[in-house]
């Protein structure tokens, strides 16, 4: 079983500690910085996220859009967690040395990743019910037959977006909001329903195509339009909110803003 002790573990090398150093980790690295650029570009720089602690649980939310589908977002959730012998590492001011698990309704991660890493693990527990019992109990013996984690670019784009707000520093979960396994219930979309609402938004983008006075309303996946980005405030920066109805951005003033 891998052994994921370290975010940085999985971005150094997915195949886990004991095994061969992954030969093209430099191309990897270039691909995915240069594919998370040109997606912060397109959504203005502002990637919705949730923080949740409790004790020394620590949970981030992020909606990853989609490379391909205009406003369709995938929900990316780490855990940061610590093992009984890690205990030590409570007193740190930071996550780099906590364990790590994962959960995504991307459709890439459950058809060829999801088995793999429950298996080793890997997988959030509390998350198992927003995604197919297949994708957890049958490997996919076609897309992924050893069974080995491997590099899930939405968790790549996540690592790379903590690291660029400092979200590793446990100084910056100071608003983050108390956990229990119900927040999921309404913020994530299960990953059967992704997989109907990107057949929906296919199906419009083609149907647009061909008749095209007026863009046709697609589906939104993960209901995003439920929540509102705040900004500019650091505490806040990138936070959903659900006072929104439909996804807003404060506009900075001009003038110079006090930090609250």
């Known amino acids: 079983m891998v052994n994921l002790v370290k975010y940085i573990d999985y971005i150094h090398n997915p195949l886990g500690a004991g095994t061969a150093v992954m030969t093209q980790r430099g191309l990897y690295e270039k691909l995915y910085n240069d594919k998370w650029d040109a997606l912060l570009l397109k959504e203005n720089g502002n990637i919705a996220y949730l923080q949740y602690k409790k004790d020394e649980d620590y949970y981030i939310h992020f909606k990853i859009p989609s490379e391909v589908i205009d406003k369709f977002y995938y929900d990316i959730v780490i855990r940061f967690y610590l093992l009984p012998e890690s205990a030590t590492y409570k007193m740190d001011t930071n996550l780099n040395n906590y364990n790590v698990q994962f959960y995504s309704n991307d459709p890439s991660f459950v058809f060829s990743f999801a088995y793999a890493f429950n298996k080793h693990d890997a997988f959030v527990d509390d998350l198992k019910f927003k995604i197919s019992k297949i994708a957890l109990t049958q490997e996919a013996a076609v897309r992924n037959p050893q069974s080995q984690l491997g590099y899930v670019k939405a968790f790549y784009f996540a690592f790379l977006q903590m690291k660029r707000l400092m979200l590793f520093s446990k100084s910056n979960w ?55 980005i705040v900004s500019p405030n650091p505490k806040n920066y990138g936070h959903l909110d659900k006072s929104g109805l439909i996804p807003t951005i404060d506009k900075p003033s001009k003038k110079k803003q006090k930090l609250r």
Request: aromatic share 6%; charged share 35%; glycine share 0%.
């Open 174 to 228: 100071e608003s983050a909001k108390k956990y229990s396994k119900s927040v999921w219930n309404s913020t994530v979309t299960h990953s059967d329903d992704i997989l109907e609402a990107i057949k929906e938004a296919k199906a419009a983008k083609k149907k647009a195509s061909k008749a095209k006075p007026k863009q046709p309303k697609v589906r939104s996946a993960t209901n995003i339009q439920k929540f509102k």
